[in-house]
């Protein structure tokens, strides 16, 4: 039996941060994971590269069952304490759109500066280790793995959430927290593209790879302005993944097609500088070919020159493209989902310590919680935030 004072279970972004700042606190810390590498979500995020912050995090960039949950662990380590951390190890990034941070090289450096972290610290990280059973001790946890058994005074569930089943997501985490008889919220795919109905998909063959500049709606009133991306499957971009966080099953979703011109003016201005000019011609001009074409062929606009359109067709063809209206099949699921919706609620967590409140020593951080992030870097402030909050005090 091995005796620590901190176990942490899951060697992710929000483990190895909780970890390293035990370890500076004195603190003997174990971090316990079955997989061969630390930080594996971390490894393949950004396209390799790690959208590791967002310069504009803030409460209203998460979802959360209790909205003020989430501000008071943002406030107490920022995206500003995460960079000066960066920018201390030396880490080469740079900015993108909407305030999004990556890295230059791979999202190995931001493993690595964690890994760092908890070296100096004095954590010992323990790969291949899968736990088994956890349970409570008298004077705090015991926890049997797949090598040995540990036991702890507080033990910290940061275990992720169920997406990406292939990187080893499991739902220990969930499972620990009914075991010591915490509500976990109902779970659910997000930030996740959507697929599409047998006749849509028939529809949109061809359009694969077609990206458009969008504002995508919800019918909750939520609106997100970035690229759509048409692909074998259905619908992805940005935009697309923004929304399914906000998109339930039997909803549809709202795409205005040209955000910045109004398509009525447009056509006026057509029916006086281009007359003879066929429709799906012009309309080519501004929307890409091949989707035109596709309108075109299911006689969804007229086939007719831009001054014979009449004004209801105009009225209906600016309400289509300005309003076009999909219902999803569902989504891709947890396989490519980059979040879990749901989790743990966090109306049983100290927001300021994130320790059970009907269970001292027993921590619960990260995706197993029921908060999640716009894409764009959010994820994985919250990641560093409650890290950082938890191992202040576990």
């Given at each position: 039996?091995?005796?620590v004072?901190?176990?942490?279970?899951?060697?992710?972004?929000?483990?190895?941060?909780?970890?390293?700042?035990?370890g500076y606190?004195g603190?003997?810390?174990?971090?316990?994971?079955?997989?061969?590498?630390?930080?594996?979500?971390?490894?393949i995020?950004?396209?390799?590269?790690?959208?590791?912050t967002?310069e504009?995090?803030?409460?209203?960039?998460y979802?959360?069952s209790?909205?003020h949950?989430?501000?008071?662990?943002?406030s107490?380590?920022?995206?500003?304490?995460?960079?000066?951390?960066?920018?201390r190890?030396?880490?080469?990034?740079h900015?993108?759109t909407?305030?999004?941070l990556f890295?230059?090289n791979?999202?190995?450096?931001?493993?690595?500066?964690?890994?760092?972290?908890?070296?100096?610290?004095?954590?010992?990280?323990?790969?291949?280790?899968?736990?088994?059973?956890?349970?409570?001790?008298?004077?705090?946890?015991?926890?049997?793995?797949g090598?040995?058994?540990y036991s702890c005074?507080?033990?910290?569930?940061?275990a992720?959430?169920?997406?990406?089943p292939?990187?080893?997501?499991?739902?220990?985490?969930?499972?620990?927290?009914?075991q010591?008889g915490?509500?976990?919220?109902?779970?659910?795919?997000?930030?996740?593209?959507?697929?599409l109905?047998?006749?849509?998909?028939?529809?949109?063959?061809?359009?694969?790879?077609i990206?458009?500049?969008?504002?995508?709606?919800?019918?909750?009133?939520?609106?997100?302005?970035?690229?759509i991306?048409?692909?074998?499957r259905?619908?992805?971009?940005?935009?697309?993944?923004?929304?399914?966080?906000?998109?339930?099953?039997?909803?549809?979703v709202?795409?205005?097609?040209?955000?910045?011109?109004?398509l009525t003016e447009?056509?006026?201005?057509?029916r006086?500088?281009q007359a003879?000019?066929?429709?799906?011609?012009?309309?080519?001009?501004?929307?890409?070919k091949?989707?035109?074409?596709?309108?075109?062929?299911?006689?969804?606009?007229?086939?007719c020159?831009?001054?014979?359109?009449?004004?209801?067709?105009?009225?209906?063809l600016?309400d289509?493209?300005?309003?076009w209206q999909?219902k999803?099949?569902?989504?891709?699921?947890?396989?490519t989902?980059e979040?879990?919706?749901?989790?743990?609620?966090?109306?049983?967590l100290?927001?300021?310590?994130?320790?059970?409140?009907?269970?001292?020593?027993?921590?619960?951080?990260g995706?197993?919680?029921?908060?999640?992030?716009w894409?764009?870097?959010?994820?994985f402030q919250?990641?560093?935030?409650?890290g950082?909050?938890a191992?202040?005090?576990?």
């Amino acid at each position: 039996m091995t005796q620590v004072d901190v176990i942490v279970i899951g060697a992710g972004a929000a483990g190895l941060m909780c970890a390293a700042q035990a370890g500076y606190r004195g603190r003997s810390v174990t971090v316990l994971d079955m997989g061969k590498k630390p930080g594996r979500k971390i490894l393949i995020s950004g396209g390799g590269r790690c959208n590791f912050t967002n310069e504009n995090a803030s409460p209203e960039n998460y979802l959360c069952s209790n909205p003020h949950f989430i501000k008071s662990c943002l406030s107490r380590y920022t995206q500003h304490d995460f960079i000066e951390l960066v920018d201390r190890h030396g880490l080469a990034y740079h900015h993108k759109t909407l305030g999004q941070l990556f890295c230059d090289n791979s999202a190995q450096d931001i493993v690595d500066i964690l890994l760092t972290e908890c070296e100096w610290a004095g954590v010992n990280v323990t790969l291949r280790n899968e736990v088994l059973s956890v349970e409570k001790a008298d004077t705090g946890y015991l926890v049997i793995t797949g090598q040995e058994s540990y036991s702890c005074e507080s033990l910290v569930v940061a275990a992720g959430g169920l997406t990406m089943p292939k990187l080893g997501a499991t739902p220990i985490g969930y499972k620990i927290a009914e075991q010591f008889g915490l509500k976990v919220l109902p779970t659910m795919a997000a930030l996740v593209p959507f697929t599409l109905h047998q006749h849509d998909k028939e529809r949109f063959t061809g359009l694969s790879g077609i990206s458009v500049p969008c504002i995508v709606s919800s019918e909750d009133g939520t609106s997100f302005k970035e690229n759509i991306l048409f692909t074998h499957r259905g619908l992805s971009g940005p935009a697309i993944l923004q929304i399914s966080s906000f998109w339930r099953a039997g909803q549809v979703v709202t795409i205005n097609l040209l955000p910045e011109l109004d398509l009525t003016e447009k056509l006026a201005t057509w029916r006086e500088t281009q007359a003879q000019k066929s429709l799906k011609n012009s309309l080519s001009t501004i929307l890409p070919k091949r989707f035109i074409e596709m309108l075109h062929e299911s006689k969804t606009i007229p086939d007719c020159n831009v001054n014979q359109l009449t004004h209801s067709q105009i009225d209906e063809l600016a309400d289509y493209i300005h309003n076009w209206q999909i219902k999803p099949n569902g989504t891709e699921g947890y396989r490519t989902a980059e979040v879990t919706l749901g989790g743990v609620d966090t109306d049983e967590l100290s927001s300021k310590t994130f320790e059970v409140k009907k269970a001292q020593g027993l921590y619960f951080i990260g995706e197993v919680t029921d908060v999640t992030g716009w894409l764009g870097g959010y994820n994985f402030q919250y990641a560093w935030s409650c890290g950082f909050a938890a191992g202040q005090y576990c």
